[in-house]
């Protein structure tokens, strides 16, 4: 499919980076807010999909040289591993950890391994979603 | 509130009947998408719908709404996603082999071979 | 170690999570996958010795008090059938070593195995009905990639029919949970079971139960849900459908079991008779349809649904011996379903054809296959000592006992025509004149194919004749299943 439509590559140059700011802002806003991995994640897709309607797949992937079947095997195991952190403690899997630590520039921030797993869901929806669009969307 | 809620589910549970009944293969994943959307407002609807506050501890809320069924929905909501994401992708992949979309066409038979 | 109970589920999940950095490295994929199949068996025998000595294992995720967090928990009855499936998964993907093809290899075959392998084995020793949910999508999502693999016509077909049924239901599985979690308000298996003894199950809980019947039914194929199975189950390769034959169904066949001996067993007269009936109604669709056809592999299939019907015949009677009866029952049918499938399969590979009619005269130069096959064949209609007989002696005094006596004389006839339906096989196929075989070249995996199906037919073999060395496990399963109480008190450890 061919096609020229500056208005919509103009448009798309800044608002995929508002956009992916935006999913990165929901990620990290899960802990304690409305958000998560699972919604952050659908919106970095969302803005990979934009780009991939305004330009073709081969460019994408030039730009963008990510094996998102990579992806989702890494999210897996972040996952699961972040899950198995407690056996080593003698804890019953899944238990979570979290502390306080002072960090330069940021203060005084609270450091939760749910977040770890989070990341690993965000990984696993990002992949799963481009392999599907990538799937459909990849023959003409 | 909870007659409200009633009827919605059961429009689309109506509507996801109709839908999956029909022959078309897109028609089909839509009815069960509808389906699925009926069975989380019903969780929601029988997990009570009386709470008024997010469940999230804080301060002077004691009329908290019951967390549990949010999260089922929320699990139920990304197997449906997946789930029809696979079910779209197989459609085209079986429209694209099979050169049909029509249930009808489709249909199997056991052979001795 | 708390957490032990976990590593049947862990090990295959963490193993498929490592075969999909490679997917393209054959050797890697089919090494990798052994490794952790042989593991997980490790795993799940120390497991069934632990719950033996210790008695039932139970660990709830995060440190949560029961019953609010998701609880798993290792009962006899779970943890039987959780070795038995992982020991079928190793089975098979030996099996599918020459059998099922470089392409599918390449394309996630491992990974979907060991991923439904997760999903069944979390299914069995899951302690939550949520999460009972979670893992049966699990499952399906793998059977779905299992389904479609190769991608051939009539998988691509099949698969779509497959998947919209298994949509619907596990679109009234949610559902269900969500009625019943509105009338008893929890989750935890172990504290639902005791809610419903408080308000002593209600006409709203029957209801509940029923909608159960239906979804579970679903997956297990009974009366009259079983319309899916045949044609769905026949469309994937052999390996793939070895695993769904001997795993899937019975997946559906413990939820059943769980949910009617734990839940709901304050109105046997109505829900378990229905059971009862329905039992003996998908016998009877069973037999019909397994001497309807020429095809080897329907024949097989059809013989699934005959012995879902059997097992659950079983749990109907809620009685001590028809438990017992169902719990050797549904490990023998597991393993010699299996078996019979791989055996079906080399069938299948050098005759070139399914058809019946096509075959013949095979004993003469496949005599190893075919006396393997009719072990197999008089294993499963139960003759003694073979794996299947005590199992169905058992069902069939429960049913006796507890004063079904016509349908109690239903399964002995239906042993009649499993019999009859397999041996036809075997008189077709090896008997006769010597019909078209395909050439030696194409059929160089005949000794790869025969090792491991020789070796799972011994194991069922071993089975029937040590069932006397394996009864005190069963009888730790059937405690539990007679007596909720058991199982309510070791999770929330009153």
Known sequence: ?140 | MEVVMAFVIGFLFMAAVYLILSKSILRIIIGTSLLSHGAHLLILTMGGLDGEAPPVLADGVTNMADPLPQALILTAIVISFGVTAFFLVLAYRAYQELGTDNMDEIRGKLSDD | MINFLLLPILIPFATAIILMFAPKKITFQRTVSMIGLIAATVASFTLIQRVHTLGIQVVTFGNWPEPFGITIVADMMATILVTTSIVIALFTVWYSFRSIGIEREQFFYYPGVLLMITGVNGAFLTGDIFNLFVFFEVLLMASYLLSVIGGEKKQLKESIKYILVNVVSSALFVITVALLYSVVGTLNMADISVKIAEIGQPGIITTIGVLFLIVFGLKAAIFPLFFWLPSSYAAPPIPVIALFGALLTKVGVYAITRTYTLFFVHDIAFTHTLLLVLSCLTILAGCIGALSTFNVKNIIIYNVVIAVGVILFGVAQMNEEGLMGAMFYITHDMLIKAALFFLVGIIVVITGTANLKKMGGLIKTFPVLGWTYLIAAFGLAGIPPLSGFIGKMLIVKGGLEAGNIWSSLWILLSSLVVLLSVIRIFIYAFWGEEKTIVPLAERKSYKALLIPSVLLVAITVFYGVGAEWITPYMQDAVDVLIDPSVYTDAVLKE
């Open chain 1, 1 to 140: 499919m061919k096609m020229n439509n500056v208005i919509l590559k103009t448009t798309v140059q800044v608002s995929f980076f508002i956009i992916f700011l935006f999913s990165i802002h929901i990620f990290l806003a899960g802990h304690f807010a409305p958000g998560g991995g699972f919604v952050g994640g659908l919106l970095t897709a969302s803005a990979l999909v934009l780009l991939l309607l305004t330009y073709d797949i081969k460019t994408v992937q030039k730009l963008l040289p990510i094996n998102y079947m990579m992806m989702t095997a890494v999210g897996l195991a972040l996952a699961l591993g972040t899950a198995s952190i407690s056996v080593f403690f003698g804890d019953a899997f899944f238990k979570h950890y979290f502390s306080h630590f002072e960090i330069p520039l940021l203060g005084n921030t609270e450091l939760h391994t749910a977040m770890l797993f989070d990341s690993g869901v965000y990984l696993v929806v990002v992949g799963v979603t481009m392999i599907i669009i990538q799937s459909i969307g990849g023959d003409e």
